[in-house]
T-cell receptor, first 113, second 112 residues
């Protein structure tokens, strides 16, 4: 089955700096790549996603890039703010066993004031 | 939270006892999912449903069963709870199954 590796597991940045989280995946048939943000005591919430026919997508301070050849994708957060502190999960959805997302192990992002 | 309610929010139970967790949605979405979240493992799929009485296994289904008799309710049952099932359980829903998923706020289960 699909294997998704996420790095780093923890990340601390100064307010205003950028943060980058990277994920690699194993199934070349994967075609959908969402990112979720989880705040303490809550369920994950979708923040941005990208499909395999697109190399980059941006939404205000958040962007995702996809390199299908290398099978990796990244989340970029610019001008970080304290409210960006949370756990971030990447995920993939493959073309084989549809309707299932495979998640990375998560990154705890801390934005220091 | 996209009209998803999980109950109970917290539960402590003893090894060997049966436990049922409930997920209730008001969105009339076809797809419903149960995930467990453990440190270092992210979220792992236990079971999912693609319609009333239509369910399938996920990655970590051993020791769990599910039922969906109505569109709005998806039940997760641990027939005989074990300490390895101590976890945070999340329900998620999707209209099409092709994402995005909308998650509930989770149930923290402790098996002693």
């Amino acid at each position: 089955g699909e294997n998704v590796e996420q790095h780093p597991s923890t990340l601390s940045v100064q307010e205003g700096d950028s943060a980058v989280i990277k994920c690699t995946y194993s199934d070349s048939a994967s075609n959908y790549f969402p990112w979720y943000k989880q705040e303490l005591g809550k369920g994950p919430q979708l923040i941005i996603d990208i499909r395999s026919n697109v190399g980059e997508k941006k939404d205000q301070r958040i962007a995702v890039t996809l390199n299908k050849t290398a099978k990796h994708f990244s989340l970029h957060i610019t001008e970080t703010q304290p409210e960006d502190s949370a756990v971030y999960f990447c995920a993939t959805q493959g073309g084989g066993s549809a309707r299932q997302l495979t998640f990375g192990s998560g990154t705890q992002l801390t934005v220091l004031p | 939270d996209a009209g998803i309610t999980q109950s109970p929010r917290h539960k402590v139970t003893e090894t060997g006892t049966p436990v049922t967790l409930r997920c209730h949605q008001t969105e009339n979405h076809r797809y419903m999912y149960w995930y467990r979240q453990d440190p270092g493992h992210g979220l792992r799929l236990i079971h999912y449903s693609y319609g009333v009485k239509d369910t399938d296994k996920g990655e970590v289904s051993d020791g769990y069963s599910v039922s969906r008799s109505k569109t709005e309710d998806f039940l997760l049952t641990l027939e005989s709870a074990t300490s390895s099932q101590t976890s945070v359980y999340f329900c998620a829903i999707s209209p099409t199954g092709v994402s995005p998923l909308h998650f509930g706020n989770g149930t923290r289960l402790t098996v002693t």
